[in-house]
């Protein structure tokens, strides 16, 4: 009866190894505390959007095909134990068409912003110890909207601000 039982939990809890036909590089995890907070914020985000849209003067047809899009669009938070250069190497070889930006920015700035929109102030010595870093991120959309990936080296947690440097995944996909 155990043995079933931890079968179970091991079967159950294994990592995806596709997201919206996205495959997940191995060693890669989907973080559901994470995916959860992101969820949330987009629906957040949306909302807005969406009020927008209602005041906006495009055609209701078109307006209801941008809510259908809204419907199906699906965010997941994963982390891994590769670099960034080797997350995006992996979607390079796996994605014929994945050629992916790279950027970099002051992490702090990115902090600052999380904050704001989580409702909480960022402490002290958390800027102090962050201010000089930098955040390495990479990003590819696929051309017709429907999968994009962000990479980064830092963790930037929505819910408390904690700084973690681990590279982290945001997968955004509509499902049909």
Do not use: C
């Amino acid at each position: 009866m155990i043995a079933a039982s931890v079968l179970a939990v091991l079967l159950f809890s294994a990592p995806p190894k596709s997201i919206g036909g996205i495959a997940v590089p191995p060693d890669t995890i989907v973080d559901d505390a994470l995916t959860k907070a992101a969820t949330k914020r987009a629906a957040d985000e949306m909302k807005n959007v969406l009020a927008q849209l209602d005041r906006d003067a495009r055609p209701p047809a078109v307006k209801d095909e941008i809510r259908r899009k809204i419907a199906r669009l699906k965010v997941f938070v994963l982390t891994s134990s590769h670099t960034v250069d080797e997350v995006v190497r992996f979607y390079e070889q796996t994605i014929s068409e994945a050629t992916f930006q790279f950027a970099g920015r002051g992490l702090v700035s990115d902090l600052d912003e999380v904050a704001r929109l989580g409702g909480f102030s960022v402490d002290p010595e958390v800027r102090k110890k962050w201010e000089q870093t930098n955040i390495k991120s990479a990003r590819w959309a696929r051309s017709d909207g429907s999968v994009e990936i962000d990479v980064e080296d830092h963790l930037i947690d929505p819910r408390d601000g904690t700084v973690a440097a681990k590279t982290v995944l945001l997968i955004t996909t509509t499902v049909n």
